[in-house]
């Protein structure tokens, strides 16, 4: 078996600021830092560190090199990587000083992959491999329609969020993770995390969906399969100094909890406690914990 996270790679611009900027303000970042990124990146180092033997796909520009060194000296596989003549994707982030960011993408290679590069990728894969999908790049339910094809086994995360997932062939998915946000907008309702889960749950019974609610912990529910599960957050490694990556964090700290046989309330509680390490420190990929630091 075999993991594919066909995904984005970012260039991350961190402006610390003292607060996230309101509409018509301007303020003073005390400094800017560059990091790798991407939620497609930052997963599949995610995956690799919880143990997982995970490819990376996607495109990034020359101005996106350096990020393949990162990946391969995390035990990520980056042979499906292409490089092309346009720019890498970037991420401006404002990282406030209470650990809260605020988020700009600007596409680059994420939004250039081809239909041909999607086959190509794909006919390395095949049934029983785990394909992992995320909303930073271009055409991911032609990658989710060719992945079910090939009895791949798939992992949604659809962030981020917008209302061109309700259109998408998400009875295709095997497990939806998403956080509060994206699952209230996916639903339409904002409800309590219970209505909104329920909700999700009657409209797609054959999926497993894990909705991470931050402080609150993580819940996680399938119509078909009757189980409806609450996992508090852990609070076992210090205050948040910078969010950035808990998500990325907590999705592939689960799916390679549920690979290797734990239960889902286990495969929850490992990831919620990877993702505690991850808030600790300052930063996004760098910051992801590996298994030794979590287990």
């Given amino acids: 078996m075999k993991i594919l996270n066909y ?8 402006f610390s600021v003292d607060h996230i900027v309101h509409p018509g303000e301007t303020i003073h970042s005390s400094c800017i830092e560059l990091f790798a990124g991407g939620k497609g990146a930052n997963q599949s180092v995610a995956m690799s560190k919880a143990g997982l033997d995970v490819w990376h796909s996607g495109k990034i520009g020359e101005d996106g090199r350096w990020l393949l060194q990162i990946l391969r000296d995390a035990g990520v596989r980056i042979e499906n990587i292409s490089v092309y003549e346009g720019s890498t994707g970037h991420a401006y982030i404002q990282l406030a000083a209470d650990g809260n960011n605020s988020i700009i993408l600007e596409g680059g290679g994420n939004q250039c992959i081809t239909k041909e590069e999607i086959d190509h990728t794909l006919s390395f894969f095949s049934s029983g491999d785990y394909l992992v999908l995320q ?6 339910p032609y990658i989710m329609e060719r ?5 791949m086994k798939i992992c949604l995360n659809p962030a981020p969020i917008g209302r061109e997932v309700e259109n998408w062939p998400l009875n295709l998915v095997d497990i939806l993770i998403l956080n509060e946000i994206e699952a209230r907008t996916l639903c339409g309702i904002d409800g309590t995390y219970k209505e909104v889960l329920d909700r999700l749950m009657r409209r797609y019974p054959a999926v497993e969906i894990v909705m991470t609610v931050g402080p609150d912990g993580s819940y996680c529910g399938c119509g078909q399969r009757e189980f409806f599960l609450h996992v508090p957050c852990c609070l076992d490694y210090g205050p948040v100094a910078d969010t950035t990556a808990a998500g990325d964090t907590y999705l592939g700290y689960y799916l390679a ?12 509680e490992r990831a919620s406690s990877a993702a505690a390490i991850t808030v600790s420190r300052k930063g996004a990929m760098e910051t992801i914990p590996h298994w030794k630091e979590v287990f």
């Fill in 135 to 140: 909303n930073e790049i271009n055409d991911v």
């Fill in 147 to 151: 992945g079910r094809e090939r009895d």
């Fill in 257 to 268: 909890s549920k690979i290797s046989g734990l239960s889902v309330k286990e495969s929850m």
């Fill in 7 to 14: 995904g984005s790679l970012n260039i991350d611009k961190v």
